[in-house]
């Protein structure tokens, strides 16, 4: 990547190393996309109020508790809640492995180097995005969006690579 030459092309610059935020952001934007966001909600809804059934129907006295209930149905609620962060954790020891990332974006798609590797994508790879406060996230169009990248907005040199990098992803993908 040659930024004098690039800059002049109108391709933007990402420096970064991933912190767990990135992660836990990207997964939980994922969510949002897939069914299974919101299969997720209501498994967390279902066994909440199963829970408090459960409760009020011992507070009461109409029914012995259902101690199996009282324990796991806790557990559950607490795994659900847990495993995008628990997730989150593992993207971020394999990403940590490649040390520092070096993103250039242009209309053609970008590349993708770090300590270990390089890695071009053309847009059609993955046509759609998300934006947060924090960051950009290109997902496959898979039904599960399996593929994604992070890019980071604290990465970009200037702040005024915000709009433009947005401009880019604009022109060439589905913002979901």
Not at 37 to 61: D, I, P
Request: contains cysteine; positive net charge.
């Amino acid at each position: 990547m040659d930024m004098g030459r690039d800059a002049e092309q109108g391709v933007i610059e990402l420096v970064y190393q991933h912190v767990i935020g990135d992660f836990t952001g990207v997964l939980r934007e994922r969510l949002r996309l897939k069914r299974r966001g919101w299969m997720r909600r209501w498994a967390l809804g279902l066994v909440a109020f199963a829970f408090v059934l459960n409760a009020g129907l011992a507070v009461a006295g109409s029914e012995k508790p259902d101690w199996f209930m009282m324990v796991w149905l806790p557990v559950v609620g607490v795994l659900l809640l847990l495993v995008p962060r628990l997730q989150a954790r593992a993207f971020l020891k394999l990403a940590n492995r490649n040390g520092t990332y070096r993103v250039a974006v242009a209309d053609g798609g970008l590349t993708m180097a770090n300590d270990n590797s390089t890695t071009s994508l053309q847009w059609a790879a993955q046509p759609r995005y998300r934006e947060t406060p924090e960051a950009f996230f290109t997902y496959s169009d898979d039904k599960n969006a399996s593929c994604f990248t992070v890019l980071p907005k604290r990465g970009l040199k200037d702040p005024a690579d915000v709009d433009r990098l947005r401009e880019i992803l604009d022109r060439n993908l589905t913002r979901v």
